[in-house]
T-cell receptor
Framework: GDSVTQMEGPVTLSEEAFLTINCTYTATGYPSLFWYVQYPGEGLQLLLKATKADDKGSNKGFEATYRKETTSFHLEKGSVQVSDSAVYFCALSDLPGGSYIPTFGRGTSLIVHP | GAVVSQHPSRVICKSGTSVKIECRSLDFQATTMFWYRQFPKKSLMLMATSNEGSKATYEQGVEKDKFLINHASLTLSTLTVTSAHPEDSSFYIC??????????FGQGTRLTVV
């Protein structure tokens, strides 16, 4: 079935550092890919998404490119802030024809120090 | 993009009472809805899948009499946690998909049972 693999956390960075959180996926169909962010004590917020190969999703300085050849959707930000500290989830949703069950990665905690 | 709304975003209830969580697709018809649960510091676990007008299909280990799912219309699914206990405290999230579309996720509901 479909699956999403994220890098283990926590990721600890200093403010203004470059961020990469790796995400790779396995899908039998043609999934849409998502990054969600969960701030402490809050629900999930959609951060960005991409619906087809080579699409780049971007929001709030974060971006991720749908790479079909490497089955990846790595999240990047050029300069992180303390306020970016949160848990980040990579997710996929397949179209009918694949397993079709929306799947989340395990989440990666990001801690940004001043 | 499609919008999925969950209500309430947070709820506190007394042990032994039942709590209902609503999941609505605001601008599309959701033929399939998925319910997830997030354990502390863990990823989201699929609880059940429901198709409009049919009984929900529960994942192994999920008590169907404890977590009642109703998907009576194409825009609304509800999850009722019956006779809630403190161990049911968790973050619950729904996801909804239309015909031939990928699924979109709600923002989640934080349930605290005291």
């Amino acid at each position: 079935g479909d699956s999403v693999t994220q890098m283990e956390g926590p990721v600890t960075l200093s403010e203004e550092a470059f961020l990469t959180i790796n995400c790779t996926y396995t899908a039998t169909g043609y999934p849409s890919l998502f990054w969600y962010v969960q701030y402490p004590g809050e629900g999930l917020q959609l951060l960005l998404k991409a619906t087809k190969a080579d699409d780049k999703g971007s929001n709030k300085g974060f971006e991720a490119t749908y790479r079909k050849e490497t089955t990846s959707f790595h999240l990047e930000k050029g300069s992180v802030q303390v306020s970016d500290s949160a848990v980040y989830f990579c997710a996929l949703s397949d179209l009918p024809g694949g397993s079709y069950i929306p799947t989340f990665g395990r989440g990666t905690s990001l801690i940004v120090h001043p | 993009g499609a919008v999925v709304s969950q209500h309430p975003s947070r709820v506190i209830c007394k042990s032994g009472t039942s709590v209902k969580i609503e999941c609505r697709s605001l601008d599309f018809q959701a033929t399939t809805m998925f319910w997830y649960r997030q354990f502390p510091k863990k990823s989201l676990m699929l609880m059940a899948t429901s198709n409009e007008g049919s009984k929900a299909t529960y994942e192994q280990g999920v008590e169907k009499d404890k977590f009642l799912i109703n998907h009576a219309s194409l825009t609304l699914s509800t999850l009722t946690v019956t006779s809630a206990h403190p161990e049911d405290s968790s973050f619950y999230i729904c996801s909804a998909a239309g015909v031939g579309t990928e699924a979109f996720f709600g923002q989640g509901t934080r349930l605290t049972v005291v």
